[in-house]
């Protein structure tokens, strides 16, 4: 059962939320505002209405940040570590946007889908937008402290050298008269 624009309208009337159909009426745009900053959200559906993409662009620019590495790095961690939702960069002009693909073949869109998946996305982008920040500026990551910078340092040493954390730390504990010729 195909999903149409103007169910997903009519979801955002129920939620009292203003918005604009594009010109050739194929993407709704509304905004939404979190602790962190108001987004514009970008809605359409793709596969004959079997698919809702929600979009918030312009999460942040890279802006010739020389720290692009580490901001890629984290949102590489990022995608491991959320079930929902996907930030992306656009090498084309530095903007990282954050999505979530709802596909929707073998039923209609629910009102509480729709809920979810809206609210999920901007909390997601509320939260990340000013690590995402901070990171492009200072090249820290200001969610880790030094304990845990250290800590997945030598748990990539280890998976590097072939041990485990443990038999790295006892090596590391030994003495070099401890060790035999």
Known sequence: ??????????????????????????????????????????????????????????????????????????????????KLGRFGLDASDGEVDCEIILPLEDAPLTY???HRVLGTLVLLVDQQAPRFRAILATGRDPVENEDELHDRFLAQLARSLGMTREELEQQMQARPEDEGP
């Open 112 to 114: 509480r889908q729709f």
């Open 1 to 82: 059962m195909a999903t149409t624009l103007e169910e997903v309208i009519g979801y955002l009337r129920r939620d009292g939320r203003r918005y604009l159909v594009d010109v050739d009426g194929e993407q709704v745009v509304c905004r939404a505002e979190g602790a962190n900053g108001r987004y514009e959200i970008e809605l359409r559906l793709s596969e004959d209405g079997d698919c809702l993409h929600l979009r918030i662009p312009r999460v942040v620019g890279i802006g010739g940040s020389p720290h692009e590495g580490e901001l890629c790095r984290r949102i590489l961690e990022l995608h491991y570590q959320i």
